[in-house]
């Protein structure tokens, strides 16, 4: 995934080691996005300087269990937060990125974020207002 164009970014971790992959896929019982993956095999998380953060694959695992994603937001996984309340959230089925308050992750109150990783990249990880 090329994040050349990237300006804003106050951290960017080093590629995921791909054995972490397989354990964080079996403690969420389920496979991450292609998309995600693609990124984690570029940076494994990132911090920006507008408080954006793109979970690396260690913290998604705590993340979407303390957030009760399976419970709350069914079909979709927590791959980064605002830093102010609200969790990326990236369809399982579709790959689309919705912003969701962690407290009310009912899918009818999300916020669209961007219609896929590869396009949020592109357009420089815009985040919906508040």
Not at 11 to 24: K, M, S
Not at 66 to 95: C, H, Q, W
């Amino acid at each position: 995934m090329n994040m050349d164009h990237l300006t804003t970014v106050a951290q960017i971790n080093p590629p995921v080691a791909e054995d972490l992959i397989g354990r964080v896929e079996a403690q969420l019982g389920m496979s991450l996005p292609g998309p995600y993956l693609e990124l984690l095999r570029s940076a494994n998380g990132m911090r920006f300087d507008n408080g954006l953060v793109v979970y690396a694959a260690e913290e998604v695992v705590e993340r979407n269990e303390t957030f009760e994603v399976k419970n709350y937001a069914p079909g979709y996984v927590a791959i980064g937060d605002d830093s102010g309340g609200r969790a990326v959230m990236m369809s399982l089925k579709s790959g689309r990125l919705m912003m969701a308050g962690i407290g009310d992750m009912d899918a009818d109150m999300m916020e669209p974020c961007s219609k896929g990783l590869h396009s949020w990249v592109a357009d420089g990880w815009p985040l919906p207002r508040d």
